[in-house]
């Protein structure tokens, strides 16, 4: 495979730019750490394929956003008919330790964990909506990633919003 010159450069600086973002993408799709690794590592894939198609006309993060969420729409897809088992575990790797002592991360991880497991339930345009807001993307932005209206935007994120809280209410009750 022939790759265009500039698409290295490309790509190394989506990645240290936007990292993160692929990284939530997959943690919200994936339900254990090595499923969230398989899909990051697609999703990667993905971006290079199609970074030769990138128009410097749009912002990166959304030309990012909307290739790693259509990659793990499909990944998940793929994922249901395989119906891999569930495991929750806690990626305490993820934990920003700075400062921070070792119960008070561990709580923290444990309460990620559950954010991460309460949008994993969400349905996929909910979850796409959540994610995005959690990231800080305008209403304009999160429109021109998902196709949708910036009115029809604000009206998803307060419903997804309200569900979100529902669940992690539900959550939280379970654990007493």
Not at 19 to 48: T, Y
Not at 149 to 156: A, D, F, K, L
Request: net charge neutral; with cysteine.
């Amino acid at each position: 495979m022939h790759s265009h010159p500039d698409v290295e450069p490309l790509f190394k600086s989506w990645i240290e730019e936007h990292g993160g973002i692929i990284q939530r993408i997959a943690r919200s799709f994936a339900k254990n750490a090595a499923d969230a690794e398989d899909l990051r590592q697609e999703m990667l894939l993905q971006l290079w394929v199609t970074a030769p198609k990138f128009s410097q006309q749009s912002k990166a993060s959304t030309w990012i956003y909307r290739i790693s969420f259509n990659t793990a729409l499909m990944w998940h897809r793929g994922a249901s008919r395989r119906n891999r088992r569930i495991d929750s575990e806690c990626d305490l790797s993820q934990i920003q330790s700075g400062g921070m002592d070792p119960a008070e991360g561990v709580a923290q991880g444990e309460r990620l964990a559950q954010l991460y497991d309460s949008i994993r339930t969400m349905s996929k345009s909910d979850r796409t909506l959540v994610l995005m807001m959690l990231d800080d993307l305008s209403y304009r932005e999160i429109a021109e990633v998902t196709g949708l209206t910036e009115n029809q935007v604000g009206v998803g994120l307060t419903r997804a919003r309200k569900r979100l809280m529902e669940i992690m209410k539900g959550v939280t009750n379970e654990l007493g």
